[in-house]
């Protein structure tokens, strides 16, 4: 009777405010990104092909960077088989798009699964930062191994390549750093490589070429600076 339409009434009324809602925000959504993308334009005419985008820390998956590269297709005219690489700093703080369990192993796990099944569906590299442990952190390059990883040791088995960047308090005062490769699904594990860096510019280079022990590099690089 009358109870009946006037209940259904107010569903279909609810159900056009929350679609009108939704409508609104995401013409809004695609307004902005219209204008952020106009005004690129308008700079640099996407002459250098890189673009940055900020997102709030742990609030995003790797849902929200595919939707974001959909909107690069859409009005930046950047299309997948136009992504050279993507870079995530960092991993270990973005959320699964799977459920979270609250169990770091897991969910960071998960995370990584989501990113390296991103970088297939695109065809570009995913490259993020990590962190090693406590244990670790005093570790010379030589004695450091992927076992040292911090949080979920799921992501070493998830990820083709592994690179350690190693500088430690007296290794700095030098103006060196390590590279070290701690997993290498298609290559040598373990080759190090010695770097030299000038903090004041944050420029790296390549100074001691490749081995396997640190120490030799580090003689080497001070025998020819000399």
């Not at 970088?119 to 442990?133: D, L």
Request: with cysteine.
């Amino acid at each position: 009777g009358g109870g009946l339409v006037e209940r259904q009434w107010s569903i279909n009324s609810k159900f056009k405010i929350e679609y009108s809602k939704l409508k609104k925000q995401i013409n809004l959504e695609s307004w902005i990104c219209n204008f952020e993308f106009k005004y690129y334009e308008q700079r640099n005419d996407y002459k250098n092909r890189l673009f940055v985008k900020e997102f709030p820390t742990s609030s995003i998956n790797t849902t929200h960077i595919e939707q974001y590269l959909y909107h690069l297709e859409l009005f930046a005219g950047i299309y997948p088989e136009d992504i050279g690489a993507i870079f995530i700093d960092y991993g270990d703080i973005m959320l699964p798009k799977q459920k979270r369990l609250g169990k770091t192993y897991d969910d960071q796990g998960n995370t990584f699964e989501n990113m390296r099944s991103m970088s297939q569906e695109y065809g570009a590299p995913v490259i993020s930062a990590s962190q090693i442990n406590r244990s670790g952190m005093e570790m010379t390059v030589d004695d450091l191994t992927e076992s040292k990883l911090a949080d979920s040791i799921k992501k070493m088995f998830i990820a083709d390549n592994l690179l350690a960047l190693v500088s430690r308090a007296e290794d700095r005062k030098k103006n060196i750093m390590y590279a070290k490769s701690l997993k290498a699904r298609d290559g040598l594990k373990d080759q190090i490589i010695t770097l030299g860096i000038d903090y004041s510019r944050l420029t790296i280079q390549d100074k001691g070429g490749m081995s396997i022990q640190a120490t030799q590099d580090i003689d080497d690089y001070e025998e020819n600076e000399e």
